[in-house]
């Protein structure tokens, strides 16, 4: 079983608010990425990130901000959040060389 | 473009009753084809990598093959335990330094018994 952690799984939060997306693994990969997936649509890639102080835009614009200060650790921040960012975002991690991409169990958010 | 269709969105099988999910995939070429499980709520778990064409894995009930425009994902007597959304997804040789992966929109499967 794969160990990369996020929280919170739910949240639900008003308009205008702070929030910050959890993400931690302790396998030592190096990749780590941020993807957000709507009920029944894919997966899209909003960030990811080959190390420490590395940080990099996906495919999907995304208003959200990303860091990586440590390596088990990858939060992702919504300075301000709106209705329009509801959704279920899913943080996964993979070794250098290695594509085989492990997942958390995801934060689903609601932006009232 | 690079894309990724599933094929069908959801399947409905009798427990025992054995069937094939399809994905087609156009890419820039294929570094590699990947198949998640998806439970609901869940993060997706890994299942297979596929790296060329003629090539086959299993994994208990479930064996996938690639050729140059698809992959199978072959459920062989399936149970209820099996019921689950599986996700294709593929990495362009291009996309190579990033790991990108572009995701099919997954087939939902209910096993009932």
């Known amino acids: 079983e794969a160990d990369i952690y996020q929280t919170p799984r739910y949240l639900v939060i008003g308009t205008g608010k702070k929030i910050t997306l959890e993400c931690s693994q302790t396998?030592?990969?190096?990749?780590m990425y941020w993807y957000q997936q709507d009920p029944g649509m894919e997966l899209h890639l909003i960030h990811y990130?080959?190390?420490?102080?590395?940080?990099e835009k996906g495919d999907l614009s995304s208003e959200s901000t990303v860091s990586r200060i440590r390596t088990e650790h990858f939060p992702l921040t919504l300075e301000s959040a709106r209705p329009s960012h509801t959704s279920q975002y899913l943080c996964?991690?993979?070794?250098?060389?290695?594509?085989?991409?492990?997942f958390g169990q995801g934060t689903r958010l609601t932006v009232v | 473009e690079d894309q990724v269709t599933q094929s069908p969105e959801a399947l409905r099988l009798q427990e025992g009753e054995s069937s094939s999910l399809n994905c087609s995939y156009t890419?820039?070429?294929?570094?590699?084809l990947f198949w998640y499980r998806q439970d609901p709520g869940k993060g997706p778990e890994f299942l297979f990598t596929l790296y060329s064409a003629g090539e086959e894995k299993e994994k208990e009930r479930l064996k996938a093959t690639l050729t140059k425009k698809e992959s199978f994902l072959h459920i062989t007597a399936p149970k209820p335990e099996d019921s689950a959304t599986y996700l294709c997804?593929?990495?362009?040789?291009?996309?190579?330094?990033?790991?990108?992966?572009?995701f099919g929109t997954g087939t939902r499967l209910q096993v009932f018994p």
């Open positions: 997804a593929v990495q362009a040789l291009v996309q190579f330094n990033t790991d990108k992966l572009i």
């Open positions: 396998m030592g990969h190096d990749k």
């Open positions: 890419v820039s070429g294929l570094r590699g």
């Open positions: 996964a991690s993979s070794l250098q060389g290695n594509t085989e991409a492990f």
């Open positions: 990130s080959y190390g420490v102080n590395s940080t």
